[in-house]
């Protein structure tokens, strides 16, 4: 399976993103995991539409949009207009996540579930056919630089299963306290798009993606 290492920029230094962003790239990172916090889902603010559509076409690299957002389906098509090429919503933030997941497709965009880490895997056995990307929290969401919730392991391993057991190949995204000496054990558990902030974007950043992007190719 293709391993895909998402930066996530809410670690990153603004003063100089598109610079950040290239050499994320350069090193050889295929996404860009681009985090919304509205403030009432999670009690922290991001950014939003203005810094997405400054940053499409900065690079050629895959825009991820996390919506951490309450109702997210209100601003599923404004996010697709900005340059989103993969969006993920959070089942709890839902009333219907079918048809948020629908709405996203209707964009022409490929579409992903969410779950926070106290909410059971088998939640998204109703969507398992219906998005193209899983995203395993594996932190509380809200904020970066926090540590792996150990659990997580056996939740991507269940979530795996859940997909073969159906013949279906997408993909599973995890997120939060992602570093080189985790991500091993995060892609042997079934993992294939790794979200890092802080093991990106703290220190060297076109170091750490490629030291990353050695560790990711050792399981291809
Ligand atoms: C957390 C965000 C993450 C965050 C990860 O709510 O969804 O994408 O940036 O940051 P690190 O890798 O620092 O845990
Ligand atoms: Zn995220």
């Known amino acids: ?21 290239r050499e ?20 922290s603010i991001s950014f939003g539409m203005p810094v997405l559509s400054s940053i499409r076409g900065t690079t050629g690299q895959t825009m991820d949009v996390h919506l951490m957002v309450t109702e997210p389906v209100r601003y599923v098509e404004e996010f697709a207009r900005c340059g989103a090429d993969i969006i993920t919503v959070h089942l709890e933030a839902c009333e219907d996540p079918g048809a948020a997941l629908d709405r ?8 992903g579930i969410s779950i926070k880490p106290g909410t059971a895997v088998e939640e998204l056995i109703p969507y398992l056919d219906r998005a193209e990307m899983f995203l395993i929290m594996s932190v509380e969401p809200g904020r970066g630089g926090q540590k792996f919730i150990p659990e997580s392991l056996e939740r991507i391993r269940k979530l795996r299963n859940l997909l073969d057991e159906r013949g279906i190949e997408a993909d599973i995204e995890v997120d939060g306290g992602i570093y080189h ?11 294939n798009v790794l979200v890092s902030g802080s093991g990106v974007f703290n220190g060297d950043v076109e170091k750490n993606t490629a030291d990353f992007m050695e560790i990711l190719r050792r399981y291809e």
Do not use: W
């Open 181 to 191: 000496s985790n991500v091993g054990e995060v892609i042997d558990a079934g993992a």
């Open 104 to 111: 996203i497709h209707s964009c022409g965009v490929r579409a």
């Open 1 to 21: 399976m293709k391993m895909i290492l998402a930066p996530s920029i809410l670690s990153a230094d603004f003063r100089i993103l598109g610079e950040q962003l």
């Open 24 to 43: 994320t790239e350069r090193a050889g990172a295929g996404y860009i995991h681009f985090d919304v916090m509205d403030g009432i889902f999670v009690p």
